[in-house]
């Protein structure tokens, strides 16, 4: 078997986070994107997403339902602002473990280009009751506020497929 570390990291030019096993890889011109996504170009090179999707989202829902907890990172006070926390990178980097970074910033993306089913819908509704608030307190540690108004819209977007779920199920 090939270490695809070993692939990736010449991939430098079409890729970022390459450098790093530890750091997510991802794609850094969309015309390396649409010939991966694209089978009659790409060959046996094609990357299938439909079911990627629903796996990466069946899969965020699992690590934020393991990891995500109340003040995750052991600060003194939630009414102070972030710069003022001198090791806030050292706690985030010691609490907020990579997958669980990446769960909480993407899962929304994965959500929203996933098939709706039941079982996705209640894994949202599940997650709104029991984790949003974590949630939020990740993506603000993390420094990733700024993405929240996107993210949000794929919820909802989502979301609004609700009613036809019966109809599918």
């Not at 926390?85 to 993407?106: A, K």
Request: charged share 20%; aromatic share 12%.
């Amino acid at each position: 078997a090939i270490d695809s570390h070993v692939v990736v990291r010449f991939m430098g030019s079409v890729l970022s986070g390459t450098d790093a096993r530890d750091t997510p890889v991802s794609v850094r011109h969309t015309s390396f994107r649409d010939f991966l996504l694209d089978s009659n170009r790409s060959g046996t090179f094609f990357v299938e997403t439909t079911s990627t999707h629903d796996l990466f989202a069946h899969s965020a829902f699992g690590i934020m339902k393991q990891q995500l907890k109340i003040n995750i990172c052991g600060l003194e006070s939630s009414y102070g602002m972030n710069r003022d926390i001198r090791d806030l990178e050292e706690r985030v980097r010691r609490y907020i473990s990579p997958p669980l970074q990446y769960s909480c910033r993407f899962w929304t993306n994965h959500l929203y280009e996933t098939v709706p089913t039941q079982e996705l819908y209640d894994s949202t509704v599940e997650f709104s009751e029991k984790r949003l608030l974590f949630w939020l307190e990740v993506i603000n540690l993390t420094g990733s506020i700024s993405a929240l108004s996107p993210m949000l819209s794929c919820i909802v977007s989502w979301g609004q497929v609700r009613p036809f779920l019966s109809l599918i199920s």
